[in-house]
């Protein structure tokens, strides 16, 4: 996993603009911010996805998740932060190493383009026999 960008950046190799960082977890600013704030919030070992990661490394994403996302609440004073974490290529991810992304909107800063999709009413005989198919499936 020698190549993996992120095991990089928590080795040093690369740098980043650090904003927290505990044993199990490293938040940094993505060098391509959808937004002023835009932070990434990784798990130290690698795991590619949600698929992947271990509850643990999970569990303290997303606790260092909600310290990051107060602190950016108290010094951006955002409208509104969206978590955006992509699955596998076909969803679009880039980096294959868990993360998750804080995306804070401004009322200064165009809409967020992952969070303005059009609301469209679905079909609900279709949307039953999905949760079913998927609720059965769940281990
Ligand atoms: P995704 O895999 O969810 O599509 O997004 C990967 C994110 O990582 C992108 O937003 C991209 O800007 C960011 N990124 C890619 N390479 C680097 C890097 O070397 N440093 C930082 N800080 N961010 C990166
Ligand atoms: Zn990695």
Known sequence: MEECIFCRIIKG??????????KKVLAFEDINPISTGHTLVIPKKHAENLWEISAEDLAAVHLAS???IKAIKDTLNPIGVACLQLNGRGANQI?????LHLIPRSIEEPELPVSSWEIKQGDMK??????ERISEAVE
């Open 126 to 131: 279709s949307i039953k026999e999905t949760a």
């Open 66 to 68: 909600k310290k990051v």
């Open 13 to 22: 190799e690369i740098p980043s603009f650090k904003v927290y960082e505990d």
């Open 95 to 99: 980096v294959m190493h868990y993360h």
